[in-house]
């Protein structure tokens, strides 16, 4: 087990800087999560912390070594990848046991390494099997046994759910998360998916175009986005964004006033972000009111698109008695779930 | 001039007599059996069971002309003796088993069968290794790739230069015999030494058919998935354990096909030996041995077919094998 930590990294391929000096501590057993959308840099920065792709500036530390110039067998790592990337001609015990070839262990202990890991993955009964006889669930699983094998301080995750349909991708998220509470090591987790970082992680890092936007708990990065980016990213649907201005401790926004006090000079334009989750679809009059364009029952609530003079928002509606479209609304929102967001797109409070 | 205007015309008749007759015959049928009318759908089904038959038929006829035809009569031919004139039973054949020449053509095409392919596999896996992790791979490939665009005989020829000799005191225009002697050696007449100039013959045929064996083995090494690779690097595997425990295993049918195809080419092997020893000195092959006794001094077909049908029935398994591995591989 080991704690990992990036310091000013930066990766450029030629003149192009894909990659902005990215700090980052990842604490001893944490489970840490890196979303964003694609092109974000996320990869990038796992294969770096890998070894796969050289360090352009900056350094990582795994434990007390910087590894910058480790080869990636050195480093005390094991890697799950998107497409698996099991060995198609080795059965099994061989795809698993391929790590152990160089270890010290003598072939009894080493069997009795691969039987434990298998049992953990209930895969004992496919160890002689080809992987072309397995499926995608069952490849997945060999993968990670073949990264638990060798008993490493990291484990680093390339978007290992991706290939796998709705359902399995459930059950093996909650599978990935069990076996991090059993072994308790350090894991980085690379996804697009913002559910995934949200159910998995002790802490998420977003991250946009190479720069890293914020790092936090799931309920920090949900209920204190550091910037427009975040608020939009995480949680879906994503947070309604209304254009406001800000005056004499009011708020204007789409014709209404709120009182607040924010941090921001007489007379500023800011953003008023409110999620579908706060806006809630009241018959008193409340603070927008707007006309139903489209319903979409999800069962124990209705997403409600709401027409207010040109501008949609989504908002929740109950679920048993939704209200009909071309239906006049009125929205309720607590002011105190209200975001604000600045010109440049932070937040402020 | 005259030979190109012939070729030209050739290739212009031929071309617009293939279209003529696909679209003629085509436009024959719907006329014989239109697809309307009330009987429609019996003209259809008519229709559609002759019209395979008529677009494959040009080519099923020329196929029987030029290969069933003469291999049923090679076979006959093989049953009779020198004009083809007195059928003599496995007389021809008895007297392969007894000729000395015959034994030496089949050992040493054994010997070209086990080199060739071996080496020309092995090199064209190394060069198409090799080349995909330099920056001027490219380039090498083109160059290892091109005498795969010179013919047999003109390989045959160029190499002859190669290994020519010169007798002692004169310059040796052999480059071989050039660097031995630049060396401090003795010139050496390499062609006719026995033995080893068999494996001189066979390096000008590993000369032309790595580039082969490269392009293909390149491509099924370019199509081995990334992560399986750089999985490997972090399960600890160095270069060459990548290449031989990963990258190797995964291209078995590849690496096959290539070995076979090449084993074909082998069996076959007639130019090279023609133009550079015609078979002296310990050297025949199967192929040139068929030659001499078919077409060379008192032609005797009896004999030179019986050798014919030795060889067809040495590639027909070899070519068997290898359609059937093809065909697994494209699914």
């Not at chain 1, 001609?89 to 160089?102: A, C, Q, S």
Request: charged letters at 15%; proline letters at 5%; hydrophobic letters at 50%.
């Amino acid at each position: 087990m080991a704690t990992v930590s990036l310091r000013n990294l930066v990766k450029a391929y030629g003149k192009t800087e894909v990659l902005h000096a990215i700090s980052l501590d990842v604490a001893d057993g944490e489970f840490v999560v890196f979303v964003g959308p694609s092109g974000c840099g996320k990869s990038t920065t796992l294969r770096m912390i890998a070894g796969l792709e050289e360090v352009s500036a900056g350094e990582i530390w795994i434990g007390d070594r910087a590894v910058n110039h480790l080869e990636p067998k050195d480093r005390n790592i094991a890697m799950v990848f998107q497409n698996y990337a099991i060995y198609p001609h080795m059965t099994v015990r061989k795809n698993i046991g391929f790590g152990l070839r160089t270890s010290k262990l003598s072939k009894p202990d080493r069997n009795r390494r691969i039987d434990e890991v298998a049992a953990i993955l209930s895969m004992t009964d496919y160890l002689e099997r080809k992987p072309a006889q397995l499926s995608g669930g069952q490849r997945q699983r060999v993968a990670i046994g073949r990264a638990m094998v060798r008993d490493p301080a990291v484990f680093l995750f390339d978007e290992p759910l991706s290939n796998l349909d709705a359902q399995l991708r459930t059950q093996m998220r909650l599978e990935i998360k069990k076996l991090h509470q059993r072994v308790g090591t350090t894991v980085i987790f690379v996804t697009h998916d913002q559910v995934e970082a949200m159910t998995m992680a002790d802490r998420i890092v977003i991250m946009k175009d190479g720069s890293i936007q914020q790092v936090g708990t799931p309920a920090e990065v949900f209920h204190q986005p550091a910037n427009i980016f975040v608020a939009q990213f995480i949680g879906a649907p994503s947070m309604n964004m209304l254009p406001a201005r800000y005056a004499g401790g009011q708020i204007s926004v789409a014709g209404q006033s709120i009182k607040a006090t924010l941090p921001l000079p007489d007379g500023s334009d800011l953003t008023v972000g409110i999620r579908p989750d706060d806006l809630l679809v009241s018959a008193e009059p409340a603070l927008f009111a707007g006309i139903v364009s489209v319903l979409e029952p999800l069962g124990s609530e209705t997403l409600a698109h709401i027409d207010i003079g040109g501008r949609d928002l989504i908002a929740t509606a109950d679920g048993r008695s939704p209200p009909a479209v071309g239906a006049r609304v009125h929205l309720a929102a607590d002011t105190a779930n209200l975001h604000f967001f600045a010109p440049t797109g932070e937040a402020v409070r | 001039m005259e030979q190109f205007l012939l070729a030209s015309g050739t290739i212009v008749a031929g071309v617009f007599g293939c279209v003529a007759w696909f679209w003629g015959s085509n436009m024959a049928l719907d006329a014989v059996y239109p697809a309307r009318g009330p009987r429609a759908g019996r003209n259809m089904r008519h229709a559609s069971a002759i019209r395979p038959w008529l677009f494959l038929g040009p080519a099923i006829l020329l196929l029987s002309a030029y290969l069933v035809y003469p291999v049923i009569n090679s076979a006959w031919r093989s049953f009779n003796d020198a004009d083809g004139a007195r059928f003599v039973g496995l007389k021809n054949y008895q007297w392969l088993l007894a000729d000395g020449k015959f034994h030496e053509s089949l050992s040493n095409n054994m010997l070209w069968l086990v080199t060739v392919p071996a080496l020309s596999t092995l090199f064209g896996l190394v060069a198409a290794q090799l080349t995909d992790r330099i920056r001027w791979g490219n380039f090498a490939k083109s160059m290892i790739f091109m005498p795969m665009a010179i013919s047999f005989v003109g390989a045959g020829v160029i190499w002859k230069f190669i290994y020519d000799f010169r007798g002692e005191g004169l310059e040796q225009i052999g480059i071989l015999n050039a660097i031995v002697v630049y060396f401090g050696g003795m010139p050496q007449t390499w062609l006719v030494t026995p033995f080893w100039n068999s494996f001189l013959l066979m390096a000008v045929l590993v000369w032309i058919q790595t580039g082969f064996a490269m392009v293909i083995l390149s491509a099924a090494l370019r199509g081995i998935p990334e992560e399986s690779i750089e999985a490997a690097i972090l399960d600890g595997a160095n270069p060459w354990q990548v290449f031989m425990r990963i990258k190797v295993p995964q291209i078995w049918g590849t690496i096959a096909v290539v070995w076979t195809t090449i084993t074909i080419v082998v069996l076959k092997i007639f130019d090279i030996v023609f133009v550079m020893t015609n078979g002296e000195w310990g050297t025949q092959v199967l192929a040139n041995l068929m030659y001499n006794w078919m077409f060379r001094g008192a032609p005797d077909y009896g004999r030179g077919s019986a050798i014919a049908i030795v060889i067809m029935l040495l590639v027909t398994p070899i070519m068997i094998w290898n359609i059937r591995n093809a065909r697994r591989e494209m699914r």
